[in-house]
């Protein structure tokens, strides 16, 4: 097979970088995808070929979720490795092989997996796998618990087992380190500037880096990141004009007008992300909460808890747990004070580390008045049939294993049905109590929920021949989704049985507060 391939200049950067994880980031249509699918052909062929003159290379194609996984990424691979020369195989896993001869008398031997890593379950499947190289496609909806995830697991094959092991009889010599050549890929369009590719790309390292100096250095030294140029140029007056600079153009069907045509009818964030590549939130779909209205809902000034309230608790858990602190007020207002979201961490971490001492600094004089956890599961990594609640509650301590202490109880929250979830925070959303006040009111710090009710949080529009658009029934799983998911159940709780009485005023005109189910 001949592959007719020419890189961009910005390909040409990708292809030449030495570097273990490279990332491409650019909008849509400049060749991100087949750049990165040519590298993992190259280093297929640049393998060393072991005792048979066979060059082993195994590799693990990501996408977010299955229907992109299947419509996009394994389209665009099918465009360049027919499946005359690669058959694909669908069940149980999605996977492919390719076998080549090449001109030396040597030959390519590529396993690759297709992969979509929606659940916790998907995950798993990538960290038992012994690979040479991952390409992460569309990063931007990938949670960094992948990223680490697939650097741990490249560079594992070949290995020795594999035909390079020392064969005196044929006088062949194996090498130490069979893999010649481990990486991993990324590509994506422009995400916004909270996402970890801008952290890591624009601004050196993580933002939670303790010691950023040191995490600048240790970036620099493992990732590189190239950018495509915008294949337009904005005038200000909302007219375009071609950039001498674009790349891909000749591939592209009607050239620049593949981008012109892309103008009319689109908004200005659609515009500025997909075509201009630049940092941004998209929302290509349809907001979960059309009820919401930033200038009403969010506070115009960071609020505090209110005293003689109890502080109650939503958790999700999964690759990116996350906990929503909230109150109900006496008037039936919900505050949502505080979010906390963290990156591949199991339960007992995220409690131990970060929940319990947010609470102990932040709420040390509140009681807590429930805390409800996802019922569907427990987080990664905690195994052997130990759920995430009875964790939280030091079920499952053995002798010489320090104890949680939480100070609470939690429970499972009452249900797990979307559309239930979703009426409870709907419930708050669309109701005014007290003297015209919002039923909900969520402080400007709470980043990720408020970008999620700004359209973040979204059933993602699918591709259909009919006039009228169509979305998905279920909410796309990205970085909101998981905030998201905790406010539910913190609101399922407000409202399936809580009960938040205050007391008459004393004579010290304090109030105090009594908790509990009905």
């Not at 993992?40 to 979720?65: C, F, Y």
């Not at 992109?68 to 490795?81: A, P, S, V």
């Not at 429970?411 to 709907?426: G, L």
Request: proline share 7%; aromatic share 10%.
């Amino acid at each position: 097979m001949k592959i007719k391939y020419i890189a961009s200049p910005t390909g040409a950067k990708f292809h030449a970088s030495n570097k273990i994880v490279r990332g491409f980031k650019g909008p849509v249509g400049n060749g991100k995808s087949v750049t990165c699918i040519t590298e993992m052909l190259r280093i297929s062929h640049a393998q060393e070929p072991n005792i048979d003159g066979i060059r082993k290379t195994r590799w693990a194609v990501i996408r977010n979720t299955n229907p992109e996984l299947r419509t996009t990424t394994l389209n665009t691979w099918k465009q360049w490795i027919p499946e005359i020369i690669a058959p694909i195989v669908m069940h149980p896993v999605i996977t492919t092989k390719l076998i080549q001869p090449i001109d030396d008398g040597t030959s390519i031997d590529m396993e690759v997996y297709f992969l979509a890593l929606d659940k916790p379950d998907d995950v798993k499947k990538l960290l038992s796998m012994e690979l040479t190289g991952v390409f992460i496609n569309e990063a931007r909806q990938i949670p960094y618990a992948v990223v680490k995830g697939a650097r741990e697991r490249i560079g594992r094959y070949p290995a020795r087992i594999d035909g390079y092991a020392d064969n005196p009889e044929r006088g062949y010599v194996g090498p130490k380190d069979p893999c010649t050549r481990k990486c991993l890929l990324m590509d994506t369009n422009p995400p916004d500037t909270d996402h970890w590719w801008y952290q890591l790309a624009e601004e050196g390292c993580l933002r939670k880096s303790e010691n950023k100096d040191q995490a600048r250095k240790q970036t620099a030294e493992i990732f590189d990141f190239v950018n495509g140029p915008p294949p337009l140029i904005s005038n200000g007056d909302g007219t375009y004009e071609p950039n001498p600079l674009a790349e891909n153009i000749d591939f592209l069907p009607g050239g620049f007008q593949y981008y012109l045509d892309m103008i009319a009818g689109n908004t200005e964030d659609h515009v500025n992300v997909q075509v201009l590549g630049n940092y941004g939130v998209i929302m290509e779909g349809k907001p979960v909460y059309p009820e919401y209205n930033d200038n009403v809902h969010c506070a115009t000034e960071h609020f505090m808890p209110i005293k003689g309230l109890p502080i109650c608790l939503g958790w999700d858990g999964g690759l990116t747990p996350s906990l929503t602190v909230g109150q109900l007020t006496d008037t039936g207002q919900c505050r949502v004070i505080a979010e906390l979201v963290a990156e591949d961490m199991g339960v007992r971490q995220f409690a131990r580390d970060i929940v319990k001492p947010f609470l102990q600094s932040k709420f040390a004089d509140f009681e807590i008045g429930f805390s409800l956890f996802d019922p569907s599961g427990s987080f990664r990594g905690e195994g052997e049939g130990k759920s995430a609640v009875g964790i939280l509650n030091d079920d499952y301590v053995e002798d010489g294993d320090p104890l949680l202490e939480m100070g609470f109880t939690t429970e499972p929250a009452p249900t797990n049905d979307p559309t239930k979830r979703q009426d409870a925070v709907k419930s708050f959303l669309i109701r005014m109590v007290g003297k015209g006040d919002p039923g909900l009111l969520i402080d400007k710090r709470c980043k990720q929920i408020r970008k999620g009710f700004m359209g973040g949080y979204q059933y993602k529009r699918v591709q259909a021949g009919g006039v009228e658009d169509r979305f998905r029934e279920v909410p796309d799983k990205n970085q909101y989704s998981h905030p998201h998911d905790s406010l539910q159940y913190l609101c399922l709780g407000f409202v399936g049985g809580y009960v938040q009485q205050s007391l008459v005023e004393l004579g010290n005109d304090d109030q105090q507060s009594d908790t509990g189910y009905w």
